[in-house]
T-cell receptor, first 116, second 114 residues
Framework: ETGVTQSPTHLIKTRGQQVTLRCSSQSGHNTVSWYQQALGQGPQFIFQYYREEENGRGNFPPRFSGLQFPNYSSELNVNALELDDSALYLC???????????????FGSGTRLTVV | AQSVTQLDSQVPVFEEAPVELRCNYSSSVSVYLFWYVQYPNQGLQLLLKYLSGSTLVKGINGFEAEFNKSQTSFHLRKPSVHISDTAEYFCAVNYPSNDYKLSFGAGTTVTVRA
């Protein structure tokens, strides 16, 4: 059974650019969530996708967007990058919205984004 | 407002000593509670979770946590720590009103010294 994999592990972007981060969910999981973890802080919820549709969003601007594909892999896109977007971006998958608590969330190792 | 408070930002501890990490949450309804560990340059690993039933929950690596509904707390404990327990620990809550997300505390850094 494979876990959650994220790519790339690190990347550096310039302010104003766009970035796409990728996530492959754990086998059997159809729900994926994205979190932003700034240095020295706890993860903050960005949004969640269930069966290819966004079904929850945190307090992030529209320039943060996402996709979920039929194989339940996912992308996080961030447009017009700002310096404050520098953070570790974590992807988490779970077995389904209805089981969000019962089955727990499996996290990937994250993508470290640095905006300069 | 919903919030998760980890009362200690840093906890230094000697090897083989006990450790307790404190977590309080705000809620008047039932919640699901989690503790995650994050080793340097890694993602989050689930230590344990409370969904219902017994208030004492046992997790991996010898950790356990006790749910106290009246005090809205979910403190994490380990009777004897190892150097390898040096990491960041996060308490997280799943609120029914926001049932699609986890709300995390700010984290507690545990440093185990020989």
């Amino acid at each position: 059974e494979t876990g959650v994999t994220q790519s790339p592990t690190h990347l550096i972007k310039t302010r104003g650019q766009q970035v796409t981060l990728r996530c492959s969910s754990q086998s059997g999981h159809n729900t994926v969530s994205w979190y932003q973890q700034a240095l020295g802080q706890g993860p903050q919820f960005i949004f969640q996708y269930y069966r290819e549709e966004e079904n929850g969003r945190g307090n992030f601007p529209p320039r943060f967007s996402g996709l979920q594909f039929p194989n339940y892999s996912s992308e996080l896109n961030v447009n017009a990058l700002e310096l404050d977007d520098s953070a570790l971006y974590l992807c988490a998958s779970s077995a389904g919205v209805e089981s969000r608590g019962n089955y727990g969330y499996t996290f990937g190792s994250g993508t470290r984004l640095t905006v300069v | 407002a919903q919030s998760v408070t980890q009362l200690d930002s840093q906890v230094p501890v000697f090897e083989e000593a006990p450790v307790e990490l404190r977590c309080n949450y705000s809620s008047s309804v039932s919640v699901y509670l989690f503790w995650y560990v994050q080793y340097p340059n890694q993602g989050l690993q689930l230590l344990l979770k409370y969904l219902s039933g017994s208030t004492l929950v046992k997790g991996i690596n010898g950790f356990e946590a006790e749910f106290n509904k009246s005090q809205t707390s979910f403190h994490l404990r380990k009777p004897s720590v190892h150097i390898s327990d040096t990491a960041e620990y996060f308490c997280a809550v799943n609120y029914p009103s926001n049932d699609y997300k986890l709300s995390f505390g700010a984290g507690t850094t545990v440093t185990v010294r020989a």
